[in-house]
C-alpha cells in the first residue's frame, strides 16, 4: 500500500500534572502571539482582487476541511474568476464569479462585503464571502452525516446539486446522477485544488508512505487531517475539536481563535495517528516521558517516530511525527494547518532534542 499526502500545521497544548495532590498548570510553547493570518501562506495562483476575499472567507470557518485552495479551486471551475455579465452568466441562469442561482442568492447573499452599497452576486467581494459561508455550512453538514467520501466531495456536490442529492444517494452523486454533472464537478475540483496552494500549503511538500507496522500505519492516518486548522488544546483521539485560550496561547490578531477553531494541536496530533493500539499521553512532555526509553538517533529515523524540541529551559514544547526524506508532519502553531515542512525548518534547529520509537 502506497499513499502520497501532502503538508499541515501543528504545536502544542496544556500541560496537566497532578503532583501530590495539587493541580499544576503548565503551558507548551503555542508562538502564536507574533502570528497572522494569511491562510498560512497557502493560496497562490488566483487574482489578486480575489485573494483578499478568499483568505477572508476562509478565516470566517472553523470547519477543519475549509481551505482557501478548496474555494479557489471551486470559483476557477465556476466561472474562472471571470466577473462580466457575458462570461459569468450560465445558460441556467448561475450567475457571477461563484455562479450563484437568484433563490440561492436569496439565502446566502445577505451582506454588502465589500461595503459599495449594495450586495450583488457580480461584486466579488460579496460573491466569494456568500460561497464560503455556503460552504462552511455544507462542511459542517458533510462532516456530521457519516458519508462517504470526505467533506470536501460532499460539500462540493452539496453546492453543485443542493444537498438533498447527497441526501438522497448517501454520499456524492454517482456519475448516472444529471449526466455526470455533479459527479465530475467534485473530481475536477479537489484535482485541481494543488495549482493553488502555495508555498506553506498542502502542495509545498509531499512524501511516499509505504510498507505496514505501527509507524507507517500512524503517518497515514495523521496524513488524513493535512490541512486542518491548528487549534491549541484542541483535538481528542476521536477526531479534530475546538481548544481554548490560557491567556498567553491560542490566540490570532488579539482574539482567541483556539475556541472558535475545530482542529488539532501538536500532541493531539500525535496521539490520534496511534490511538488505539498505542495509547499515547495528551501532551508533547509526557509523550516524551512515555517513549524516550526507546531513543532513536537521527541517522535511524523511520516513518511514524516522534521527533522533540524544547526551549532553553529544556521544557518539551513541541512533537511531530517523521515523514520521511528528512521531512516532518506536524501541527505547527496558532494560524497554520497540519503540513509536512523539512525538518530542519519546522521548528529552531537549535531546539531539537531528539527522537523516539513508540
Same mark, same amino acid.
Given at each position: 500500500?502506497?499513499?502520497?499526502?501532502?503538508?499541515?500545521?501543528?504545536?502544542?497544548?496544556?500541560?496537566?500534572?497532578?503532583?501530590?495532590?495539587?493541580?499544576?498548570?503548565?503551558?507548551?510553547? #503555542?508562538?502564536?502571539?507574533?502570528?497572522?493570518?494569511?491562510? !498560512?501562506?497557502?493560496? /497562490?495562483?488566483?487574482?489578486?482582487?480575489?485573494?483578499?476575499?478568499?483568505? /477572508?472567507? #476562509?478565516?470566517?470557518?472553523?470547519?477543519?476541511?475549509?481551505?482557501?485552495?478548496?474555494?479557489?479551486?471551486?470559483?476557477?471551475?465556476?466561472?474562472?474568476?471571470?466577473?462580466?455579465?457575458?462570461?459569468?452568466?450560465?445558460?441556467?441562469?448561475? /450567475?457571477?464569479?461563484?455562479?450563484?442561482?437568484?433563490?440561492?442568492?436569496?439565502?446566502?447573499?445577505?451582506?454588502?462585503?465589500?461595503?459599495?452599497?449594495?450586495?450583488?452576486?457580480? #461584486?466579488?467581494? #460579496?460573491?466569494?464571502?456568500?460561497?464560503?459561508?455556503?460552504?462552511?455550512?455544507?462542511?459542517?453538514? %458533510?462532516?456530521?452525516?457519516?458519508?462517504?467520501?470526505?467533506?470536501? %466531495?460532499?460539500?462540493?456536490?452539496?453546492?453543485?446539486?443542493?444537498?438533498?442529492?447527497?441526501?438522497?444517494?448517501?454520499?456524492?452523486?454517482?456519475?448516472?446522477?444529471?449526466?455526470?454533472?455533479?459527479?465530475?464537478?467534485?473530481?475536477?475540483?479537489?484535482?485541481?485544488?494543488?495549482?493553488?496552494?502555495?508555498?506553506?500549503?498542502?502542495?509545498?511538500?509531499?512524501?511516499?508512505?509505504?510498507?505496514?507496522?505501527?509507524?507507517?500505519?500512524?503517518?497515514?492516518?495523521? &496524513?488524513?487531517?493535512?490541512?486542518?486548522?491548528?487549534?491549541?488544546?484542541?483535538?481528542?483521539?476521536?477526531?479534530?475539536?475546538?481548544?481554548?485560550?490560557? !491567556?498567553?496561547?491560542?490566540?490570532?490578531?488579539?482574539?482567541?481563535?483556539?475556541?472558535?477553531?475545530?482542529?488539532?494541536?501538536? &500532541?493531539?496530533?500525535?496521539?490520534?495517528?496511534?490511538?488505539?493500539?498505542?495509547?499515547?499521553?495528551?501532551?508533547?512532555?509526557? /509523550?516524551?516521558?512515555?517513549?524516550?526509553?526507546?531513543?532513536?538517533?537521527?541517522?535511524?529515523?523511520?516513518?511514524?517516530?516522534?521527533?522533540?524540541? &524544547?526551549?532553553?529551559?529544556?521544557?518539551?514544547?513541541?512533537?511531530?511525527?517523521?515523514?520521511?526524506?528528512?521531512?516532518?508532519?506536524?501541527?505547527?502553531?496558532?494560524?497554520?494547518?497540519?503540513?509536512?515542512?523539512?525538518?530542519?525548518?519546522?521548528?529552531? &534547529?537549535?531546539?531539537?532534542?531528539?527522537?523516539?520509537?513508540?
Amino acid at each position: 500500500m502506497k499513499v502520497v499526502i501532502g503538508v499541515v500545521a501543528g504545536v502544542v497544548g496544556l500541560i496537566l500534572l497532578i503532583v501530590i495532590g495539587a493541580v499544576v498548570l503548565i503551558v507548551e510553547n #503555542d508562538a502564536s502571539a507574533a502570528e497572522t493570518a494569511d491562510g !498560512g501562506g497557502g493560496l /497562490q495562483g488566483v487574482p489578486a482582487e480575489f485573494r483578499k476575499w478568499i483568505l /477572508q472567507a #476562509d478565516a470566517e470557518c472553523k470547519e477543519p476541511a475549509m481551505t482557501p485552495a478548496l474555494l479557489a479551486a471551486q470559483l476557477y471551475q465556476e466561472s474562472k474568476f471571470k466577473t462580466s455579465v457575458a462570461e459569468a452568466t450560465s445558460p441556467a441562469g448561475a /450567475q457571477g464569479p461563484a455562479q450563484f442561482m437568484p433563490g440561492t442568492w436569496a439565502t446566502w447573499g445577505r451582506e454588502d462585503a465589500d461595503g459599495n452599497g449594495r450586495i450583488s452576486p457580480w #461584486d466579488i467581494g #460579496d460573491a466569494v464571502i456568500a460561497q464560503g459561508r455556503m460552504m462552511c455550512s455544507l462542511l459542517k453538514s %458533510a462532516r456530521s452525516s457519516g458519508y462517504p467520501g470526505g467533506p470536501q %466531495a460532499l460539500a462540493l456536490a452539496g453546492y453543485n446539486a443542493g444537498w438533498n442529492a447527497v441526501r438522497r444517494f448517501r454520499g456524492v452523486p454517482p456519475e448516472s446522477f444529471a449526466r455526470g454533472e455533479t459527479h465530475d464537478y467534485v473530481r475536477i475540483i479537489l484535482a485541481t485544488m494543488p495549482r493553488f496552494e502555495g508555498p506553506g500549503g498542502l502542495a509545498a511538500a509531499s512524501v511516499s508512505v509505504s510498507g505496514s507496522g505501527a509507524g507507517p500505519d500512524a503517518l497515514r492516518r495523521a &496524513s488524513t487531517e493535512l490541512g486542518v486548522k491548528y487549534s491549541y488544546g484542541g483535538g481528542t483521539p476521536s477526531g479534530p475539536s475546538t481548544g481554548f485560550c490560557d !491567556g498567553v496561547n491560542g490566540y490570532l490578531n488579539g482574539r482567541c481563535d483556539a475556541s472558535r477553531t475545530e482542529g488539532w494541536d501538536c &500532541s493531539s496530533l500525535v496521539q490520534y495517528a496511534y490511538w488505539p493500539s498505542t495509547r499515547l499521553p495528551r501532551t508533547a512532555a509526557a /509523550q516524551y516521558g512515555a517513549t524516550s526509553n526507546r531513543p532513536v538517533a537521527r541517522g535511524d529515523l523511520k516513518q511514524g517516530d516522534l521527533l522533540f524540541w &524544547s526551549n532553553s529551559t529544556g521544557f518539551i514544547y513541541h512533537v511531530a511525527l517523521y515523514a520521511g526524506d528528512g521531512k516532518v508532519l506536524h501541527a505547527p502553531r496558532t494560524g497554520k494547518r497540519v503540513e509536512i515542512a523539512p525538518m530542519n525548518t519546522a521548528m529552531p &534547529s537549535g531546539d531539537y532534542l531528539g527522537a523516539t520509537r513508540p
